[in-house]
């Protein structure tokens, strides 16, 4: 039996990847776009993140004053001097605990986070609630996730505070082997705390979802779609390097180069919290590659980011005769008379308008269902926009984003540099971050976004 | 050199006849690779990892050239080239003499679920798809049937056959897909008002079309699974006869054909010859807007 899957001529033997890249360049007559996403490049791995240079550090000066009644917000307040972790010095290590608890609050919006738990705890009493279980279900498992939280934050302060009069117990009884349990103990907790800041960060009701990132080039022509598809390509590698699964969902080339629109699927555990930093427009100022009189360009590239919502969460219900669906770039009788390998479909929800499309599965049945994937996304982030309008800024689509917010610019002449206009954050590497490494730029607004003064944000 | 000779000779035949375009030719060219990587999540990580992994290939470089070569040069389809073809979520194996099953036709297999997802009885039925070719349909079916349903697939081509029966137990299907050899309903004389439902992808492409096809199509692809006589009815009018004769009452049927004018020829026909046997005639479209399919039921 002829088949290309089950041949198994010569497998034994092993091919070097140069080899590979060699013979795709030999085919670039017929494919010059598509070497380019196989030849292998010699790119290392930088999963760091840069945390030190994002969690600003307090410079904390010692008052000497002690006082005798422990709460977190009395030892913030002793200013007790943050050692290194190597000094064993019991203050500096509360010190720093605290300090955490005191971030991962304000990360969480602690007082919000109070005034929504007793709401909902409100609501879970009411004799009615389960008249309608989709409501119901939802109601009791934000409460559920919210009081999880706080039962956390409670329970590391309640940590602090016994670990502290376990060693001024310790003192008193001059038992120095409780007081070295303890104090390690505590080290420990100091540990624990810096790790639990940065899961502070992305504790967004959907941050835990994988979603879909769309680029589209602002106007322009050519450079700016050229532009676009840096940008997409910038996301590509950042998602490959962070681990996550990338696809294609839709792409709509340029006519000469890069392109206009495009959709990819970043699949994995918080994809969106993390690529949600990067909703906005993005600016390029270089001297363009399509200028023959070599000028100085500005072009722009609007991005969007949509959670795809886990079963568990409220999901629009899509009715199959709502739908029309659609075969892109066919022409001709089709059926028997054609052979082609695209079977690219557009899918139009029609109360809505709302479409989604998908070319790049190898069977039209899949196209269909990847489609329908992203269309039931959308449909969702439209109606979360609708019921939450605290998430608004998180769940525009691309049609919402104005062209005015601006938020990272990246200059490649006259100058070199990258500069997040949100946080003023901003490298003078342009190109390691067009090749993906923009998890400073995501930290650095993550943490400018959810520290501010709890009371302001 | 010798290979931009092929492009320009490319570009030139598939403007005459509706061939591929380059953006596809790129994507069929990234599936190649897909298909020639022996470990499939390797491809993904290709171009981000460190240089020094070593990938295996289920073909060497130089077998891989030549077939994209035949791809370019000879128009060879591409699902000839790799030897399958993804079809709705099964990927089937394919070769010279076998039709390559078509996007269109995976629809004939929705409105099977649909019916069978309301008919219990139809469910457990016994089902014939004629002129099975890579046996996509009857597979398609037999995967939708319940406990109790089979499936017999039938065609005249022996290398159908064969490869259908291959692809029938790639999927585990031979307890519940039987696939004969014959022409049309010959293999099925056991099966005479028996049957709960009935499909076919006959050929359906009027004789004098067949010289102008694409040259994928009308180069590579088997004559006997697209010519379907002068105006291309012949093997449906007989699928209708036979129709009317094998199914079960209340059995059901879908027929793919060339568009709009076979769809509405065809319906007058079963309306004019056929009414006392089949009832509820319905023409749908495939995704491209095209009158593609007649459904209907047995009284």
């Given at each position: 039996m002829y088949s290309f899957l089950q041949r198994t001529i010569q497998t034994s033997k092993i091919r070097q990847i140069c080899r590979f890249s060699l013979f795709l360049q030999n085919l670039q007559t017929t494919s010059s776009q598509l070497s380019h996403n196989i030849i292998v490049s010699n790119h290392s791995y930088n999963y760091g993140f840069h945390q030190r240079s994002i969690v600003s550090q307090n410079q904390f000066r010692c008052f000497g004053s002690e006082s005798d009644s422990i709460t977190v917000e009395g030892i913030i307040a002793n200013n007790w001097n943050i050692l290194d972790?190597?000094?064993?010095?019991w203050k500096s290590h509360a010190a720093s605990v605290a300090q955490s608890i005191d971030l991962i609050k304000r990360r969480l919006q602690w007082k919000k986070l109070k005034v929504r738990l007793d709401l909902l705890s409100a609501q879970l009493t009411k004799p009615d609630l389960w008249d309608d279980p989709v409501h119901a279900g939802k109601i009791s498992r934000e409460h559920g996730s919210l009081l999880g939280k706080v039962k956390e934050v409670n329970a590391l302060e309640q940590e602090l505070i016994e670990h502290i009069d376990m060693i001024k117990l310790a003192r008193e009884e001059n038992d120095e082997e409780l007081e070295s349990e303890s104090l390690k103990a505590l080290l420990n907790m100091r540990r624990n705390a810096k790790e639990k800041e940065l899961e502070a960060l992305l504790s967004?009701?959907?941050?835990?979802c994988s979603c879909y990132i769309e680029v589209q080039a602002g106007a322009g022509g050519t450079e700016s779609m050229d532009w676009a598809s840096m940008v997409m390509q910038m996301y590509k590698s950042w998602a490959q390097r962070r681990g996550y699964k990338v696809i294609v969902m839709e792409e709509m080339a340029g006519e000469l180069a890069g392109i206009k629109r495009a959709t990819i699927k970043v699949d994995g555990e918080f994809a969106f919290g993390y690529a949600k930093a990067e909703i906005g427009v993005h600016r390029l100022v270089r001297i363009s590659p399509f200028d023959s009189n070599k000028r100085r360009h500005t072009s722009f590239a609007a991005v969007a980011v949509i959670p795809i919502l886990g079963d568990g969460s409220t999901r629009v219900q899509i009715n199959e005769s709502d739908l029309r669906i659609e075969r892109f770039r066919s022409g001709g009788p089709g059926g028997q008379h054609a052979n082609t390998t695209d079977s690219a479909v557009r899918i139009i929800h029609?109360?809505?308008?709302i479409t989604a499309t998908s070319q790049n599965e190898r069977s039209q049945h899949m196209n269909k269902a990847s489609a329908l994937a992203v269309l039931q996304s959308r449909l969702d982030q439209i109606e979360m926009a609708r019921q939450a309008q605290l998430n608004a800024q998180h769940t525009q689509s691309l049609t919402d984003i104005t062209w005015g917010s601006q938020i990272r610019s990246y200059v490649l002449h006259p100058y070199r540099m990258v500069k997040d206009l949100r946080t003023n954050y901003e490298v003078s590497d342009p190109d390691s971050v067009l090749e993906g490494d923009i998890d400073a730029f995501i930290l650095s607004y993550l943490s400018a976004s959810l520290d501010k003064d709890e009371n302001n944000g | 050199m010798n290979s931009l000779k092929y492009h320009a000779q490319f570009q030139r035949d598939k403007m005459m006849d509706n061939g591929p375009d380059s953006s596809i030719l790129c994507r069929e060219l990234k599936w190649l690779m897909e298909d020639a990587v022996e470990d499939h999540s390797l491809f993904s990580k290709m171009g981000f990892e460190n240089s020094d992994e070593k990938v295996k290939m289920r073909v060497g470089i130089e077998e891989l050239y030549n077939l994209w070569k035949e791809r370019i040069e000879?128009?060879?389809p591409f699902q000839y080239v790799v030897g399958c073809e993804h079809w709705r979520e099964l990927v089937l194996s394919v070769q010279e003499g076998v039709l390559i099953p078509r996007p269109e036709t995976e629809l004939i297999v929705d409105f099977v679920c649909d019916v069978v997802s309301k008919n219990e009885d139809l469910k457990r039925g016994v089902w014939a798809d004629l002129g099975t070719g890579s046996g996509a349909l009857a597979i398609g079916i037999g995967r939708a049937l319940g406990i109790g349903g089979r499936v017999v697939a039938a065609d005249i081509s022996p290398v159908s056959v064969a490869v259908a029966a291959y692809n029938v137990q790639r999927y585990c299907l031979q307890d519940k897909i039987e696939v004969r050899e014959g022409s049309w309903f010959e293999p099925l004389k056991d099966m005479e008002g028996k049957l709960a439902g009935l499909v076919s992808n006959p050929p359906y492409i009027p004789s004098k079309e067949i010289s102008g096809l694409q040259a994928e199509v009308g180069r590579h692809e088997p004559r006997v699974a697209l010519d379907g006589g002068v105006d291309g009815m012949d093997a449906l009018f007989h699928l209708c006869d036979g129709a009317a004769l094998f199914l079960k009452p209340g059995g059901f049927f879908a027929f793919e054909t060339n568009g709009e004018q076979q769809c509405r020829d065809l319906v007058d026909y079963m309306k004019n010859k056929r009414s006392e046997s089949l009832c509820n005639f319905e023409i749908v479209a495939d995704f491209a807007g095209i009158q593609r399919f007649v459904i209907g039921f047995h009284h």
């Open positions: 972790e190597d000094d064993g010095d967004g009701e959907h941050d835990y029609i109360p809505t308008g | 000879k128009r060879r």
